[in-house]
């Protein structure tokens, strides 16, 4: 479950790039980009320093610092929403457990499954990372969220939400 929610966390603006650009008030939907990529650059230095921490204080601490984390992230997130750079850091702090997340699946099967199950055991705890990048992406094409701007107008933050409420709940 854990890494499935890690996968929503990461995936979560990509769909809505161009929503968030006006909400936010960017200068371009790279910006929001920039909140999966950073998933990518923390996980090659940060993988090494979980696995270690993982090696020494067992897999059950390791597992516990990336859920505190990710529950850490998401909660910055949550509570500065209306704020990018609140968002960003958040994220940053979720790219951090993902390191100690996405390593799991392997080290379980290795030690809870036999030899001829733990392929299959591995591929599950794989498989709950994608199916929380499927639920990011998936939740928010259900919304069908389009931004409409008339020519020659200005969208504000509230329009934008507000257009983002509405087509939540049509």
Same mark, same amino acid.
């Given at each position: 479950?854990?890494?499935?929610?890690?996968?929503?966390?990461?995936?979560?603006?990509?769909?809505i790039a161009n929503l968030l650009t006006t909400y936010w008030s960017l200068s371009s939907s790279s910006c929001i980009d920039e909140l999966s990529s950073i998933y990518l650059y923390? =996980?090659?230095?940060?993988?090494? $320093?979980?696995?270690?921490?993982s090696n020494i204080l067992k897999l059950r601490y390791g597992l516990l610092i990336g859920a505190i984390l990710n529950a850490i992230g998401a909660t910055?997130?949550?509570? =500065? $929403?209306? !704020?990018?750079?609140?968002? =960003? $850091?958040g994220t940053v702090v979720c790219s951090v457990a993902q390191t100690f997340i996405l390593s799991v699946p392997p080290l379980i099967s290795s030690v809870w499954f036999?030899?001829?199950?733990?392929?299959?055991?591995?591929?599950?705890?794989? $498989?709950?990372?994608? +199916?929380?990048?499927?639920?990011? +992406?998936g939740g928010t094409f259900l919304m069908s969220l389009t931004t409409t701007v008339q020519?020659?107008?200005?969208?504000?933050?509230? !329009?934008?939400?507000d257009e983002a409420t509405k087509s939540f709940f049509k």
């Amino acid at each position: 479950i854990l890494t499935c929610i890690n996968g929503w966390i990461w995936i979560t603006w990509s769909p809505i790039a161009n929503l968030l650009t006006t909400y936010w008030s960017l200068s371009s939907s790279s910006c929001i980009d920039e909140l999966s990529s950073i998933y990518l650059y923390m =996980y090659i230095p940060f993988s090494f $320093v979980a696995m270690h921490l993982s090696n020494i204080l067992k897999l059950r601490y390791g597992l516990l610092i990336g859920a505190i984390l990710n529950a850490i992230g998401a909660t910055i997130r949550y509570v =500065y $929403v209306a !704020d990018y750079t609140g968002v =960003y $850091v958040g994220t940053v702090v979720c790219s951090v457990a993902q390191t100690f997340i996405l390593s799991v699946p392997p080290l379980i099967s290795s030690v809870w499954f036999g030899k001829h199950e733990r392929g299959m055991a591995t591929s599950i705890g794989v $498989v709950g990372n994608k +199916l929380g990048v499927a639920f990011g +992406l998936g939740g928010t094409f259900l919304m069908s969220l389009t931004t409409t701007v008339q020519e020659g107008q200005q969208q504000t933050k509230e !329009d934008a939400r507000d257009e983002a409420t509405k087509s939540f709940f049509k």
